[in-house]
């Protein structure tokens, strides 16, 4: 119901207005939604869409076009940590999903546990740990619940990403990323933990989303900015701050990813 109702809103601020592929944007990422040529609608005017928010996000919809590709960009996202509720970005990803997207490109903030991945660089995900140990589809009634996410990450989406990034002379590693919940940052014996299970990266979204994603048959794709090194793997001192003004060194070269990717995707 609650999709339906931000369907409404969208449909009479951008009557018959559709979109190919999805990107949401994370902590200190938003910069990307300023370059789409279309229209924003805040989430505050958007039914079952955040409400809240983390500083860093900003909270809106952009429709329109972006390099050419018709894109539904949203500015932000709620992470579980906020309400306690892994489902958080399930209306959003449903309306994107009724909107016609096909394709959703997951980004966000991250700490790394690889010195060849270190901050300001960005990762590609190949897969993902849930360390958590939550689930977005609790509750959901249908057989669709039981999602297969042996491909989660779309190996073709991974290579065109991968492609665009080697043509730009960007690095793009590939790395696996465990899902955290936060709010509070892990412990030096967490993240030893973490690499003995074979994570690369810890993270406070985009598991959830991804797992959303497929259970609605979106094909997906994640890229995480690294924005430290994880809680005792360097010097710098871990806090949302330095999230926050870390972010944008990597933001730089994921704009240009995404970029150079959705003019071909047009
Ligand atoms: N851990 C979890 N999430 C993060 C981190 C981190 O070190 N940095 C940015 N997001």
Not at 8 to 33: D, F, M, N
Not at 56 to 74: D, N, S, Y
Not at 163 to 179: F, K, Y
């Amino acid at each position: 119901m609650t999709t339906e109702a931000a369907r409404k809103v969208i449909h009479e601020r951008a009557p018959g207005v559709t979109a190919r592929v999805g990107l949401i944007l994370g902590s200190g990422l938003g910069s990307l939604a300023d370059l789409v040529d279309g229209i924003a609608i805040d989430y505050s005017d958007l039914p079952g869409f955040p409400q809240a928010g983390v500083s860093g996000h900003t909270p809106r919809l952009v429709l329109g076009t972006l390099e050419g590709a018709p894109v539904a960009v949203l500015g932000g996202r709620e992470h579980y940590y906020e309400h306690g509720r892994a489902d958080a970005m399930r209306v959003p990803l449903e309306v994107l999903s009724a909107l016609g997207i096909e394709t959703l490109i997951a980004t966000n903030a991250c700490g790394s546990f690889r010195a060849d991945i270190p901050p300001g660089n960005l990762m590609l995900l190949s897969d993902h740990i849930n360390y958590s140990g939550l689930s977005p589809l609790i509750g959901e009634p249908t057989d669709r619940r039981f999602v297969n996410l042996t491909e989660a990450y779309d190996l073709e989406l991974r290579a065109a990403l991968k492609r665009e990034a080697q043509t730009l002379d960007i690095p793009l590693l590939e790395g696996l990323i465990a899902w955290w919940p936060g709010p509070m940052f892990e412990t030096p014996a967490e993240i030893r933990a973490q690499k003995l299970l074979g994570a690369d990266a810890l993270g406070m979204s985009t598991v959830p989303e991804v797992i959303l994603g497929r259970f609605l048959g979106l094909r997906c794709a994640a890229i995480s900015v690294v924005t430290n090194m994880a809680a005792g793997l360097g010097n710098e001192v871990i806090s949302h701050e330095h999230t926050k003004a870390s972010a944008p060194v990597g933001a730089e070269k994921l704009a240009q990813v995404l970029r150079a990717y959705l003019s071909k995707a047009g």
